[in-house]
């Protein structure tokens, strides 16, 4: 599963957006071709995609955001991409039929290695989140999608943490990560590292960015830090070594070390693996 703590969304049109996208360090670059890509153009940006995606990247891994389920091209988008290597984010996911769709639509069109990732971004995908995450066996993260949400909702601005953390239950319940959507601002600025924190502290895993500025601060924030990692490796071999005497917890100075903060640790641990 791709590592997702710093994730840049790329425009699939211009072309010279796309091009740009090749050198760019992120974890993951997810090329657009939904909302960056005006009607009229859909085919030519798909075309330019599946030939962008044949040459070399700098990020680890690459997605591509097709047009929505229900859109005229949603399934030319799959066909096309299926054998193409890159994870496919599927916007506007509603529930569980429109994962059911993507799968056998790949299968027949030779993308049964293809996986996917689901953006949350209506009322009732919101809802359906639970099922949705359990929903595909090729499904390795749920995005959250706040510009949609936001219209989907009749919000203007607020509070989105049950937004928040009604998707990272649905993917931890799933055993799939969980990413937060982009702050819609292209500067890394306080507002953004706020949110970032908060992202951060509720335990997603990642978070989408709109612009490369902001990249470092998502791997900063998304990465443990070495005494982070330093006391996740101590937990667990005390925990060990009380195994070993037949102990299930052990006290560590101030706090007892359970089962509960072993799997913290190993998260913390995974984590910061490259």
Known sequence: MARRRACLVVPAAPERKLDKGRGIDADEIVLDLEDAVVPGAKDDGRDAVVQALAGDWTA???????????????????????????TLVLP??????????ADRLLDGAGGER????????????????????RSSGRLDALVIGYADLAASLGRTSGDWRFAQETLLLAARAAG????????LTIRDDERFRAAVAHARELGFDGKWAIHPA?????????TPTEQEVAEARAALDAL???????????ADGDRMLDEALAVSARRVIAQAEP
């Open 214 to 222: 902001q990249l470092d601060a998502l791997r900063e924030a998304f």
């Open 60 to 86: 680890p891994a690459v997605a591509v955001r097709v047009n929505a389920i229900g859109t005229p091209w949603c399934h030319r988008d799959l066909i096309a991409l299926a054998e193409s290597g890159a």
């Open 240 to 250: 060990d070594r009380a195994a070993a005497e037949g102990a299930g917890a052990v």
């Open 114 to 133: 293809t996986r996917l990732v689901a953006l949350v971004e209506t009322a009732a995908g919101l809802q359906a989140a639970g099922e949705i995450a």
């Open 176 to 183: 799939i990560q969980a990413i937060d959507g982009p702050h």
């Open 92 to 101: 506007k996911v509603e529930g569980p039929g429109d994962l059911a769709f």
